[in-house]
């Protein structure tokens, strides 16, 4: 989607760091979102934001961080409390007008461990 | 705890056969349920998004059917074509949930020439 834009492609990160991804869209849209894809499971939520300066835990946020400071950008933090981080991460926004409006994704950040 | 499955999770079929994906849901109380492509290593897109007091909705080739009582919704691609090749995901938002998205696994479709 090219209204949403993941940096970067392919992150690797050491034992004990922290790495941010980044997730920033030019869509206007009000709510964004951060899944972890694994094989052969589904997305799974990590974090979401419905408006600045809010946001709330999904389904698996332990060892994950965020912040919305900007209606444009929502940035998830991979800590070293997260044990097994090597995932495919994507961002998704959607119009926060009505139920009813389609996720768009962004192209994902692929994170491995060194 | 909604639970959305696909089957199956892979399918190979030649070029020009119409197919079917399939997709069902544990809990009928949504909102709507939306039908995703994704190709290797990218993101998705969305296809088609069926709200839950719609039957069906289409677009091109593809035509995505709702039966919210039975849990369960199609996809129907006529005439497939190896460029239809990758995963179709399904995915159901809840009204118990919010705004997230229940994702299934997802069925890997190979269309060969």
């Known amino acids: 989607d090219g209204g949403i834009t993941q940096s970067p492609k392919y992150l690797f990160r050491k034992e004990g760091q922290n790495v941010t991804l980044s997730c920033e869209q030019n869509l206007n849209h009000d709510a964004m979102y951060w899944y972890r894809q694994d094989p052969g499971q589904g997305l799974r939520l990590i974090y979401y934001?419905?408006?600045?300066?809010?946001?709330q835990k999904g389904d698996i946020a332990e060892g994950y961080s965020v912040s919305r400071e900007k209606k444009e950008s929502f940035p998830l933090t991979v800590t070293s409390a997260q044990k097994n981080p090597t995932a495919f991460y994507l961002c998704a926004t959607t119009d926060g007008t009505g139920r009813n409006q389609p996720q768009h994704f962004g192209d994902g950040t692929r994170l491995s461990i060194l | 705890k909604q639970e959305v499955t696909q089957i199956p999770a892979a399918l190979s079929v030649p070029e020009g056969e119409n197919l079917v994906l399939n997709c069902s849901f544990t809990d009928s109380a949504i909102y709507n349920l939306q039908w995703f492509r994704q190709d290797p290593g990218k993101g998705l897109t969305s296809l088609l998004l069926?709200?839950?007091?719609?039957r069906e909705q289409t677009s091109g080739r593809l035509n995505a059917s709702l039966d919210k009582s039975s849990g369960r919704s199609t996809l129907y691609i006529a005439a497939s074509q190896p460029g239809d090749s990758a995963t179709y995901l399904c995915?159901?938002?809840?009204?118990?949930?919010?705004?997230?998205?229940?994702f299934g696994t997802g069925t890997r479709l190979a269309v060969r020439p």
């Open positions: 069926i709200q839950s007091s719609q």
């Open positions: 934001s419905q408006i600045v300066n809010d946001f």
């Open positions: 995915a159901v938002k809840g009204v118990s949930s919010g705004d997230k998205l229940t």
